[in-house]
């Protein structure tokens, strides 16, 4: 049984770095897409970007300038790293597992708990 | 990235079907998830008509020219939740519509 179990910051300042951390239990980590979605409180998901094991990553590109996914494959596990937080960025933050099978290899299928990240002066 | 756009909202009542569609994407391989409230989203079709193991057969999924639907047969009050469609884009990225609330009434 995978299951993905996240971590971070829940509260931060206009500027700051938002950081967070997925760790992946259960089933393989290489050959699979890792995800990070967001959605902001009462709105729909917004896709951020993903990674594949060998460190592969696409960001969508509203957010590019800012974003980072990186993977640490010998803890099983992948991060998201968003500089220069503003309110707009207040969301719950997902991690996710691609499907891993037929045309929709990378869509994210296993989800983590979410984490609320509020950005507050 | 194109966006995907669904109703706000639909309805129905218990065992009557609804059909929830998506506008916008060229793709084949439109799916769909399932969002019940402050939980994470969970696949309910890929690859445009695929279910997951353990997904009910009520749910369905097509396309025809530029929409994608969802069809949901023999409504239920445990449906009632938000639906969202994610399709891949051109540029490699995926993109999700911005939901449908499903009430049953």
């Known amino acids: 049984q995978v299951q993905l179990q996240q971590w971070g910051a829940g509260l931060l300042k206009p500027s700051e770095t938002l950081s967070l951390t997925c760790a992946v239990y259960?089933?393989?980590?290489?050959?699979?897409?890792w995800s990070w979605i967001r959605q902001p409180p009462g709105k729909g998901l917004e896709w951020i970007g993903e990674?594949?094991?060998?460190?592969?990553?696409t960001y969508k590109s509203s957010l590019k300038s800012r974003v980072t996914i990186s993977v640490d494959t010998s803890k099983n596990q992948f991060s998201l790293r968003l500089t220069s937080v503003t309110a707009a960025d207040t969301a719950v933050y997902y991690c996710?597992?691609?499907?891993?099978?037929?045309?929709?290899?990378?869509?994210?299928?296993?989800w983590g708990q979410g984490t609320l990240v509020t950005v507050s002066s | 990235q194109s966006a995907l756009t669904q109703p706000a909202s639909v309805s129905g009542s218990p065992g009557q079907s609804i059909t929830i569609s998506c506008t916008g994407t060229s793709s084949d391989y439109v799916s769909w998830y399932q969002q019940h409230p402050g939980k994470a989203p969970k696949l309910m079709i890929y690859d445009g008509s695929k279910r997951p193991s353990g997904v009910s057969n009520r749910f369905s999924g097509s396309k025809s020219g530029n929409t994608a639907s969802l069809t949901i047969s023999g409504l239920q009050a445990e449906d009632e939740a938000d639906y969202y469609c994610?399709?891949?884009?051109?540029?490699?990225?995926?993109?999700f519509g911005g939901g449908s609330n499903l009430t049953v009434l």
């Open positions: 259960g089933g393989s980590f290489s050959g699979y897409y």
């Open positions: 990674i594949n094991h060998s460190g592969s990553t």
């Open positions: 996710a597992r691609g499907l891993g099978r037929g045309y929709s290899y990378g869509l994210p299928y296993y």
């Open positions: 994610c399709s891949y884009t051109s540029s490699s990225t995926w993109v």
